[in-house]
T-cell receptor, first 114, second 109 residues
């Protein structure tokens, strides 16, 4: 199985433009997450979804929105990009938010906002 | 606030043993995770501790002391492919993972 896929692999975006980062998992996991990873900082949770149809805010949600129309897909949208959103974005999924709840990560999207 | 502290970088020799420490202060505790992340790649799961003590998995072991807010990852018989960053993460009372910045481990021949 593919696990988790993300698209695009990398992107350069002009400030003020909008963009959607795509994430798809084929493991039928209930929970999905979006993180950003910046040099010298730990992974920071942007948004999460416990199950299809529900979403929640993480540690750094401002400037981002998500939707969870079905189990497999969890897109992340930047409505109006700013340079501080330059980062590596990882999508992850887990069976559930509890128990051993191992999170599996996609390969990441490297986004540069100019 | 909540924070996870790990050393920024460590260097070790091929074939040796290295211990990577992690201390944490979080709002509640529901388990501690260690992940490995090679440069330019995604984090991958290594270990999970929720009770005090040592969990051994091949060349890798992870230890937890909840009373001290402390964990370590022990890597034995180091190989060059173990050169990577090692991320410590704690799940808090809201079942949110709080991540450390990671420890970059450099293995020298």
């Amino acid at each position: 199985t593919a696990g988790i896929t993300q698209a695009p692999t990398s992107q350069i975006l002009a400030a003020g433009r909008s963009m959607t980062l795509r994430c798809t998992q084929d493991m039928r996991h209930n929970a999905m997450y979006w993180y950003r990873q910046d040099l010298g900082l730990g992974l920071r949770l942007i948004h999460y979804s416990n199950t299809a149809g529900t979403t929640g805010k993480g540690e750094v949600p401002d400037g981002y929105s998500v939707s969870r129309a079905n189990t497999d897909d969890f897109p992340l949208t930047l409505a109006s990009a700013v340079p501080s959103q330059t980062s590596v974005y990882f999508c992850a999924s887990s069976e559930d938010r509890g128990g051993t709840d191992t999170q599996y990560f996609g390969p990441g999207t490297r986004l540069t906002v100019l | 606030g909540q924070n996870i502290d790990q050393p920024t970088e460590m260097t070790a020799t091929e074939g040796a043993i290295v211990q990577i420490n992690c201390t944490y202060q979080t709002s509640g505790f529901n388990g501690l995770f260690w992940y490995q992340q090679h440069a330019g790649e995604a984090p991958t799961f290594l270990s999970y501790n929720v009770l005090d003590g040592l969990e051994e998995k091949g060349r890798f072991s992870s230890f937890l002391s909840r009373s001290k807010g402390y964990s370590y990852l022990l890597l034995k018989e180091l190989q060059m492919k173990d050169s990577a960053s090692y991320l410590c993460a704690v799940r808090n009372s809201n079942y949110q993972l709080i991540w450390g910045a990671g420890t970059k481990l450099i293995i020298k021949p």
